[in-house]
């Protein structure tokens, strides 16, 4: 069990290939994943749990800069792919985009699937000139 230690996420089904024992529910577990797989989650939806996530465990700070997690899209599944949107992906640090994904979990399971998460910094909104 260790050797797959780095998939927390994937479910483990013993089966036995001598007698089928537990083969139905391998099916069924398959067809359960490949929807989790395919599910799509709503920006609100992911923003909620944002907020929820940086208010109980606020952003990383380095050298007196905070990290600001503008907002969270889903870009894609299969597998589910979330975009963020930050202020210095820097900052975002592997252990925080670990967090947040796990607050993602937590909500809406996704269980036996991987998923990726894309940092992406936006541009700083420049001041008109006259």
Request: aromatic share 12%; proline share 5%; glycine share 4%.
């Amino acid at each position: 069990m260790n050797d797959f230690s780095f998939m927390s996420y994937a479910p483990i089904i013993f089966i036995s290939a001598k007698t089928g024992q537990r083969l139905p529910k391998l099916f069924e577990l398959i067809q359960y994943v490949d929807n989790q797989n395919a599910m799509r989650i709503s920006t609100g939806k992911l923003n909620d749990i944002l907020a929820n996530a940086t208010a109980r465990v606020q952003p990383p700070t380095d050298k007196g800069k905070r990290l600001k997690i503008y907002y969270m899209t889903q870009a894609s599944t299969r597998p589910p792919t979330f975009v963020c949107f930050v202020n210095n992906k820097d900052l975002f640090h592997y252990s925080y985009q670990r967090y947040i994904d796990n607050q993602i979990r937590e909500v809406f399971g996704l269980e036996g699937t991987p998923t990726r998460m894309v940092i992406r910094e936006r541009e700083e909104k420049k001041g008109r000139k006259k």
